[in-house]
């Protein structure tokens, strides 16, 4: 008899830890469907998501489950190829902008060279109007355009620019004289 009641008590605690079981799998069933169920929305909107919303039986569980992780698996792979794309988007960025330093540099070098050559010609210039007698160089600033002539008036020494300036005609004088006041005129004072 005991042996007997051994064996079917036993058997009461398997059928007893069977419902259990079978209560638990349906609660977690239910519980990992209500999770699924919320959350359904995709950022992208590029993959719908079929969701169980009664998953009473292991079976459904496991295919609802099945399907989240071919879900994620897609997804995974959607944002492993994004941020694929934005690497080698951010490497030629990166490129470019290293380019475009190089060329601001060699642009600079070009500017300062032609600054340089254009001052280097200016200072010739005026060089050999200095050389020339005060008539001579009247002559020439009489055809120039007035405000061309008025930048090498006030290059010249103030000496010889006097000597040029009165040897000029008195319009062609006053024109010169009134760009290289004009010049500083809206310069703001203290």
Request: proline residues 3%; without cysteine; hydrophobic residues 45%.
């Amino acid at each position: 008899m005991t042996a007997t009641f051994k064996g079917s008590r036993s058997g009461v605690l398997l059928v007893l830890a069977g419902l259990f079981f079978v209560a638990g799998l349906s609660r977690l069933g239910l519980g990992v469907a209500e999770v699924l169920a919320a959350d359904t929305r995709i950022e992208d909107d590029q993959i719908a998501l079929p969701v169980e919303t009664e998953a009473t039986d292991p079976g459904d569980l496991y295919a609802a489950l099945q399907a989240r992780m071919a879900h994620l698996d897609t997804r995974e792979e959607a944002l492993q190829e994004r941020a694929r794309a934005l690497h080698e988007a951010e490497i030629e960025l990166r490129n470019n902008i290293e380019q475009l330093v190089e060329a601001e540099a060699k642009l600079m070098t070009t500017l300062r060279l032609t600054e340089t050559a254009a001052e280097d010609d200016l200072k010739h210039l005026t060089t050999v109007f200095e050389s020339m007698k005060p008539v001579q160089a009247a002559e020439l600033f009489a055809q120039m355009d007035t405000e061309f002539a008025a930048g090498f008036v006030s290059r010249l020494r103030p000496e010889f620019a006097g000597e040029v300036m009165s040897a000029l005609d008195p319009v062609t004088a006053y024109g010169i004289s009134a760009v290289l006041a004009g010049r500083h005129a809206r310069t703001p004072r203290h």
